[in-house]
């Protein structure tokens, strides 16, 4: 058993479980800021729970030439966002932080825009070393599953979603 | 039966219907501009079948008080992407054509910015008279399913995905 396979009401529920982490801890959150193009689903779910404005921010590991690069780059910021972050507590969602590198980016980033808080909700953490660490800004750090350090297959990257549900059956009954 | 119910993997069969028709018309996209925050599930996973990359663009139906207003208004919309729009083939996408207020909205500000086609992609299509129509630039319009004119019960806005799997059983049943 060395991948993780999830099916959407898998990942539902696991945004519940995040959602109310997040408000158990009392943050408010003013608006969800979406990682993407993996934070998109997360983050859309998310927003069934805590109905705040979804701002996308996209990241990219391909440099101008199109040639893969180790360092994130922006790709879609926003500066009416950027504008509005100031005094703001944000909380920025992806669907899993592996390395942490990408995570690590999006907060500086956000952070260089002077919001009040920023807070990180990862439907997955990989338990593992990380590459990138989580600014002292960030107080805040919340998790739908901690998991091991395996492949996820993510429903959405399904070509045949009904492979997808069996895969994600019979991982459940080995496990 | 006054509603449709969907599940996530009737979302998921629709995008993959919706790509095949995109795919077969020979249309080229260069990007996926997904219409917040709707779009959003739609856009990912359209990804899975066509690769381009997505930019996310929010429309607001509050005006800057936090009223109510028949207007769209851009809420999210970015000086980079819109640099980025002219001379591409632009797949734009949202879950419903319901007034076609929203996709006209959206249909104008990207033509403004000198794409070389829009088509437009919808997940579903209600079967009613429209208040916005398809500007005639608009050459290609792809939906996943033709609908009637009823409440549709989306997977990402339930907050019992349970229940929500099993009201769309249940409609099945019925049909």
């Known amino acids: 058993m060395d991948k993780y396979w999830f099916t959407y009401d898998d990942i539902h529920r696991t945004v519940r479980d995040l959602a109310g982490r997040v408000k158990a801890s009392g943050f408010e959150t003013d ?24 701002w996308a921010v996209g990241i990219s590991y391909y440099d101008e030439n199109d040639n893969p690069t ?15 972050l100031a005094g703001k ?14 995570l690590e980016y999006c907060i500086r980033e ?20 990380k590459r990138g660490t989580l600014p002292p800004e960030v107080t805040r750090y919340f998790t739908g599953l901690d998991i ?6 993510y429903p959405w990257d399904a070509v045949d979603i009904d492979e ?12």
Chains 1, 2 share one sequence.
């Open 148 to 153: 091991e350090d395996r492949w996820v297959k």
């Open 31 to 54: 608006a969800i800021v979406a990682i993407g193009s993996g934070g998109y689903i997360p983050a859309r779910i998310l927003r069934t729970y805590i109905n705040k404005p979804i």
């Open 89 to 102: 507590r944000i909380l920025l969602v992806d669907e899993v932080d592996d390395s942490r590198t990408t």
């Open 164 to 175: 997808q549900d069996a895969n994600a059956a019979a991982a459940r009954t080995r496990a």
């Open 70 to 84: 180790d360092n994130p780059r922006k790709m879609q910021w926003i500066d009416e966002v950027e504008r509005k």
């Open 110 to 129: 956000l952070l260089s825009h002077k919001p009040a808080e920023v807070a990180v909700a990862v439907l997955h953490n990989k338990r593992k070393e």
